[in-house]
Structures are given as C-alpha cells and as structure tokens.
C-alpha cells in the first residue's frame, strides 16, 4: 500500500491519468458510494442502535479518533480497495455516534432534517455543475470560514452561549463546501479511486449538515 500526504494526494488526484470512467459512470459510483454510506448508518442506527448506544464514551471516542485516522490514510492510497477501506473506517465510527446521538431527537425533527439535507444537497450539486468555477474559487475561503467558526462556537461555549446562530451558520458554510467538493470531483480524472475519495468528501460534508440541521429542528420541535 502507498500511503501519500495530503499535498501529495492532491497532486496525484489530478495528475492527467487514463480515465476509466465515462463521466456519467464516475458520477454515478459517486453518488452510490455517498448513498452507502448513509445506508451502513441507517442500518448500524436501526438494528444495532440499541447495543451501540451503551458503548462507554471515553472507550468510544479513543475508538472513534483511531478509526478515523486510520480511515483519513487508508483513503489516501492508490488503490481503490484500501481507499474503500479507508471509507469505511470514516462511516462506521460516525455511525455509532448517530446511534448515541439521535435518541435524544423525536422523528418530527429527525425527518425534516433529512428531507432537508437531501434538497440541499439537489440545490448545490446543480448550482456547483451549472456555476463550477464559482465554487472553486471559494476553497481558501471556506477553509478559514470553518476555523474561525470553530473557534468562534468554542469561545462562545467557554461563555454559556449555545445559541442557533452557529448551527445555521455552518449549515451555510458546510452547504457551500458541498458545492466546492461537487465542482473539485469533476475536475479530476474520472477514476474509481477519485470517486470514492471525492465521496468521502461530500459523505462528511453532507453529515455536518444534517446534524447542524436536526440540532435546529430539534429546539424547535422542544
């Protein structure tokens, strides 16, 4: 297995390599792939939900970074099985915290959460194919959008405030990242490798929207 860095990744995703892919086809395992991710978390939260929710948190969250971890270098191979690995080891760990996570949401904010998500996500992947380069543009941007508004919420926490603001705000800005990963996946070679990586991204920026979604529905529904 070659396990690259980031920069390296990055230059090799968009090194002008043999297409294997037709365009409809590369979209296509896209998509499916981002669906898969969202079935194995649908599954672990509807048939194993009850035993994974009693997990000890501080086991879970050792559990959780090593996975992810592991997950973020397994995707950073060359071949499309340790990259599907390397997925899988992002989507179970989030799965367990969905299933710790969700019971203490009723479905009337659980379902709109999800019909919203899915609009968003129709809304921005047809707004990044018709306006690419809009999108592209805003990759440094959104970067330093997300650190200031992590440190932001934290600040603001450290102070007693917890108010929605945040909860719409990264829901803007994760809506907008959307948008940019749609546009990036289309300007690399159309590969099974590049798929699966470019699922990976939008799969995560799709879950920071529907949790930061399901939180505002959820103080609405309380």
Known sequence: MNIMSNAERRKYRMEPVPETLSPATYNLALGGFVFYG?????????????????????VFLI?????????????????????????????????????????????????PAIVTTGGIAVVMTLLSTL???????????????????????FIAYLFGYAGGLFNWGFVILFSLYLGFDWARAQKYPKTLDNAIDSAIDIYLDLINIFIRLLQIFGKRDS
């Open 38 to 58: 969202f079935l194995i978390n649908a599954f672990m939260v509807y048939a194993l939900g009850d035993k994974l929710r009693n997990i000890n948190s501080i």
């Open 63 to 111: 559990l959780y970074f090593v996975c992810c971890i592991a997950g973020s270098l397994f995707a950073r191979s060359r071949n499309p099985i340790m990259s599907f690995l390397g997925y899988n080891l992002i989507v179970v760990p989030i799965g367990v915290l969905l299933c710790m996570f969700l019971p203490g949401y009723s479905m009337s904010a659980i379902l």
């Open 131 to 153: 306006f690419p380069n809009v999108f592209l543009k805003m990759g440094r941007g959104l970067f330093i959008s997300l650190i200031i508004g992590i440190l932001a919420q």
